[in-house]
């Protein structure tokens, strides 16, 4: 079956595979495989580059502001479990040093730099998690076999002062590219290492540029034989002769006759070392998947292609990171038979804007019934008021079957009648009357 079942990640020294005179596996181990440049590339080299620093520091610390809460499924949808004992845990402190923010960025800086993050679940005598402490994944040794039936997986954390073994169900084991063997994981520093040696080697070379006052590497040609003391009295001469043009500012310098001071290599201009930087920010950006306007690049931005770059930030960079990491704390804290809890970053503090666009948006959610006042001014930290937990709609709103209807019409009102006259008459004026009448006849 491929070996599927007896794969092992090996990430110990004393692995009797490897031989302790193979200089190639020692350098494989540390990170040290030979570049392009003849460096090797080590993690703390990286984030030398200032665009993997950035890189990793917007991305870890993104995720790390972000409240991390434990709910639970009823059967109105879901709410916030804070009488769960998993929610300090998970929401404030997930160890004795550590606050959940600070677990998180280091969780997902181990993701980013090392492509695999691990932690230690600790229990109670009846299997309750107390804590989660992180494991240096260089010092894990992950080894997966059959046992029965089934395949189990074991990590073994060696250390100076000794060694222990955990079942796969205590350790969180978060792998960001895996191998075919679904055990190792790429590293992404070790797997793109050349670019990141071309980074480090334009960066050197900019500095012992400007270092040397921004006179490239000279050759001094004689029309006589010089001798090797010479020529190293000519050479430090040179140099001291350069120092000295750079303290008193001064561009001359005085060759002796006959001989000639030429550059040697290519000019920085003509050798595009600015393009050339340009262009290692956008290595670093694919490398990472952090669109450009992240790493403060803003050589080829306007205020659309800025702004979809933000919001591509959260899609394509922060949502597979936080999706991988719920989903492993939601399988190894509350077991495979757990129907009603999990965990879940919240994203409102991330999609949050502007003053005038959070009102717009709390507006619109009102008055389309989705949210209540009281759930809006929950997200700009304000009391609830009385009579703000209804839902409410613009009356306007109707169903689109009835737009199509006619309007029913009014029905027509009769009428009205005129009063009768009650006023009381005077009887002489009615007998005068009834005289007039007999007269006229």
């Given at each position: 079956?491929?070996?599927?079942?007896?794969?092992?990640?090996?990430?110990?020294?004393?692995?009797?595979?490897?031989?302790?005179?193979?200089?190639?596996?020692?350098?494989?181990?540390?990170?040290?495989?030979?570049?392009?440049?003849?460096?090797?590339?080590?993690?703390?080299?990286?984030?030398?580059?200032t665009a993997i620093w950035q890189a990793v520091n917007a991305v870890a610390g993104t995720i790390a502001s972000l409240p991390l809460h434990v709910y639970k499924r009823t059967e109105d949808g879901a709410e916030k479990d804070t009488r769960n004992?998993?929610?300090?845990?998970?929401?404030?402190?997930?160890?004795?040093?550590?606050?959940?923010?600070?677990?998180?960025?280091?969780?997902?800086?181990?993701?980013?730099?090392?492509?695999?993050?691990?932690?230690?679940?600790?229990?109670?005598?009846?299997?309750?998690?107390?804590?989660?402490?992180?494991?240096?994944?260089?010092?894990?040794?992950?080894?997966?076999?059959?046992?029965?039936?089934?395949?189990?997986?074991?990590?073994?954390?060696?250390?100076?002062?000794?060694?222990?073994?955990?079942?796969?169900?205590?350790?969180?084991?978060?792998?960001?590219?895996?191998?075919?063997?679904?055990?190792?994981?790429?590293?992404p520093i070790h797997t793109n290492r050349d670019a990141i040696a071309l980074m480090i080697a334009a960066q050197e070379f900019a500095g012992k540029l400007f270092a040397s006052g921004g006179v490239p590497p000279l050759m001094l040609t004689s029309?006589?034989?010089?001798?090797?003391?010479?020529?190293?009295?000519?050479?430090?001469?040179?140099?001291?002769?350069?120092?000295?043009?750079?303290?008193?500012?001064?561009?001359?310098?005085?060759?002796?006759?006959?001989?000639?001071?030429?550059?040697?290599?290519?000019?920085?201009?003509?050798?595009?070392?600015?393009?050339?930087?340009?262009?290692?920010?956008?290595?670093?950006?694919?490398?990472?998947?952090?669109?450009?306007?992240?790493?403060?690049?803003?050589?080829?931005?306007?205020?659309?292609?800025?702004?979809?770059?933000?919001?591509?930030?959260?899609?394509?960079?922060?949502?597979?990171?936080?999706?991988?990491?719920?989903?492993?704390?939601?399988?190894?804290?509350?077991?495979?038979?757990?129907?009603?809890?999990?965990?879940?970053?919240?994203?409102?503090?991330?999609?949050?804007?502007?003053?005038?666009?959070?009102?717009?948006?709390?507006?619109?959610?009102?008055?389309?019934?989705?949210?209540?006042?009281?759930?809006?001014?929950?997200?700009?930290?304000?009391?609830?008021?009385?009579?703000?937990?209804?839902?409410?709609?613009?009356?306007?709103?109707?169903?689109?079957?009835?737009?199509?209807?006619?309007?029913?019409?009014?029905?027509?009102?009769?009428?009205?009648q005129p009063e009768p006259d009650t006023t009381p008459t005077d009887p002489a004026n009615e007998e005068g009357n009834d005289d007039t009448q007999e007269d006229a006849a």
């Amino acid at each position: 079956m491929f070996n599927l079942f007896a794969n092992k990640e090996a990430r110990s020294l004393e692995n009797p595979q490897v031989s302790f005179s193979s200089a190639s596996a020692w350098n494989e181990f540390f990170n040290l495989a030979p570049t392009v440049t003849g460096d090797s590339v080590t993690e703390e080299k990286a984030l030398g580059v200032t665009a993997i620093w950035q890189a990793v520091n917007a991305v870890a610390g993104t995720i790390a502001s972000l409240p991390l809460h434990v709910y639970k499924r009823t059967e109105d949808g879901a709410e916030k479990d804070t009488r769960n004992p998993l929610y300090y845990l998970i929401h404030d402190r997930p160890n004795d040093y550590q606050t959940s923010s600070a677990f998180n960025r280091w969780l997902v800086s181990r993701l980013m730099l090392q492509g695999r993050a691990t932690a230690l679940i600790s229990r109670d005598k009846v299997g309750r998690v107390t804590g989660l402490w992180p494991l240096d994944p260089n010092k894990l040794e992950i080894k997966q076999g059959l046992d029965g039936e089934s395949i189990k997986r074991t990590y073994t954390y060696k250390l100076d002062t000794g060694s222990a073994v955990y079942d796969s169900a205590n350790v969180i084991d978060v792998a960001l590219f895996p191998k075919s063997d679904a055990v190792g994981c790429y590293n992404p520093i070790h797997t793109n290492r050349d670019a990141i040696a071309l980074m480090i080697a334009a960066q050197e070379f900019a500095g012992k540029l400007f270092a040397s006052g921004g006179v490239p590497p000279l050759m001094l040609t004689s029309p006589v034989a010089i001798s090797p003391q010479g020529a190293a009295r000519a050479s430090n001469d040179i140099g001291e002769a350069v120092k000295a043009s750079q303290r008193t500012r001064s561009n001359v310098m005085v060759v002796p006759a006959g001989h000639d001071l030429k550059p040697v290599g290519l000019d920085p201009a003509k050798s595009q070392l600015i393009e050339l930087r340009q262009f290692l920010i956008s290595e670093a950006s694919r490398i990472f998947n952090v669109a450009p306007a992240v790493l403060h690049d803003l050589s080829n931005g306007t205020y659309s292609n800025v702004e979809q770059q933000m919001l591509s930030l959260g899609r394509q960079t922060l949502h597979p990171l936080i999706e991988a990491i719920e989903q492993e704390f939601n399988a190894k804290l509350f077991g495979a038979r757990n129907t009603k809890g999990y965990v879940e970053f919240s994203m409102d503090g991330l999609q949050r804007g502007d003053f005038v666009s959070r009102m717009d948006g709390y507006q619109k959610a009102i008055h389309a019934a989705i949210m209540t006042p009281n759930e809006a001014r929950a997200f700009e930290n304000l009391p609830p008021l009385e009579g703000g937990d209804r839902l409410y709609i613009q009356g306007a709103t109707v169903p689109l079957e009835n737009a199509a209807k006619p309007e029913p019409q009014p029905e027509p009102q009769p009428e009205p009648q005129p009063e009768p006259d009650t006023t009381p008459t005077d009887p002489a004026n009615e007998e005068g009357n009834d005289d007039t009448q007999e007269d006229a006849a």
